[in-house]
């Protein structure tokens, strides 16, 4: 199983972009990027998926890098209902072959 | 996105009874779901996970005999915490994957047992 690790925590104020970077140095070859966002007391909410090079939604992009042993999530122009916890997933077929195993997550803090 | 509900949002029995959660896909076939338990300020903590018909494989030190899981059909997984005690008081997230190579998670149910 492929194990990540996240900042524990990052700051940033309201209309910046935030970037959290995942690593993730044993992905393996079936392996999916998922991120998930989590406030408290509900459970985590899919924000994006990738499995190589650029993924772009409405709401966030996802940069992974060729070798695929990291991951980074760009948030565009955060707002205060942004603040949240942030989960990187590494797993196959979003977990339908195999365990959905979280790390700590970042815990991220908007201020205005 | 597709939708997992769960059910209830939050429970308080007495202890040493029996609770049941239940977890449904609205819109999807699960082939798979995945119990989770995360206290507070901590991450998710995976405890099992059931395919549709067969017995859910339970993590390491998560007792099978005491969080009961079914998963009889491609709708519906039960987790029931049989004997709850206070320590038992957490919350407990159900998450549900189909054909999608993504899952999906459920709102989270707050146990307090007292």
């Known amino acids: 199983l492929a194990k990540t690790t996240q900042p524990i925590s990052m700051d940033s104020y309201e209309g910046q972009e935030v970037n959290i970077t995942c690593s993730h140095n044993?992905?393996?070859?079936?392996?999916?990027i998922t991120w998930y966002q989590q406030f408290p007391s509900q459970g985590p909410r899919f924000i994006i998926q990738g499995y190589k090079t650029k993924v772009t939604n409405e709401v966030a992009s996802l940069f992974i890098p060729a070798d695929r042993k990291s991951s980074t999530l760009s948030l565009p122009r955060v707002s205060l209902s942004d603040t949240a916890v942030y989960y990187c997933l590494v797993g196959d077929y979003g977990g339908s072959q195999g365990n959905l195993i979280f790390g700590k997550g970042t815990k991220l803090s908007v201020k205005p | 996105g597709a939708v997992v509900s769960q059910h209830p949002s939050w429970v308080i029995c007495k202890s040493g009874t029996s609770v049941k959660i239940e977890c449904r896909s609205l819109d999807f076939q699960a082939t798979t779901m995945f119990w989770y338990r995360q206290f507070p300020k901590q991450s998710l903590m995976l405890m099992a996970t059931?395919?549709?018909?067969?017995?859910?494989?339970?993590e390491q030190g998560v007792e099978k005999d005491k969080f009961l899981i079914n998963h009889a059909s491609l709708t519906l997984s039960t987790l029931t915490v049989t004997s709850a005690h206070p320590e038992d008081s957490s919350f407990y997230i159900c998450s549900a994957s189909g054909t999608a190579t993504e899952a999906f998670f459920g709102q989270g149910t707050r146990l307090t047992v007292v």
């Open positions: 059931s395919n549709e018909g067969s017995k859910a494989t339970y």
């Open positions: 044993n992905i393996a070859t079936n392996d999916y």
